[in-house]
């Protein structure tokens, strides 16, 4: 049995309270922080309590859902900022005082970006058949 853990019937490990407190605060630091060291001396451990922690699948499963929490929370925001990045593009094209270079630059990224959006919307597209058509075959054989 881990450390900090008490058992529950059938003999399944449940982190303790304060152990889940330290894996919050763990979390926390990893992910404020570039490397597992530097978390550990955030919060003046040794950098071997979060390798340990990394051992216990209570804590890999937290930290896999708040990285998770973060990355979907990063990924709205800059979502958010894709109409107003096109604008601002859009303006220095059009703009009469831009130079030519700064011009060009403005619209190469939007035919760059637009190219690669067209290419990401038919492959998801494409992915939504294949996955209808899988699951008519599938039902198909029942």
Do not use: H
């Not at 009469?96 to 403005?106: C, L, R």
């Amino acid at each position: 049995m881990l450390p900090g853990r008490s058992r529950m019937k059938g003999g399944a490990c449940l982190a303790s309270s304060a152990m889940m407190d330290r894996y919050k605060k763990a979390i926390a630091a990893l992910l404020a922080t570039n490397t597992r060291e530097e978390a550990a001396e955030r919060l003046g451990i040794n950098s071997r309590t979060i390798r340990k922690y990394f051992s216990d699948p209570v804590f890999v499963k937290e930290y896999e859902k708040a990285k998770n929490k973060l990355f979907s929370s990063a990924t709205q925001q800059i979502q958010k900022s894709i109409m107003p990045a096109i604008n601002t593009l859009r303006d220095i094209l059009g703009s009469d005082t831009a130079n030519e270079q700064v011009k060009v630059s403005a619209a190469r990224s939007i035919l760059e970006y637009g190219i690669k959006l067209t290419e990401m919307e038919s492959m998801c597209k494409r992915i939504e058949e294949l996955e209808n058509a899988v699951k008519v075959y599938r039902e198909e054989r029942i």
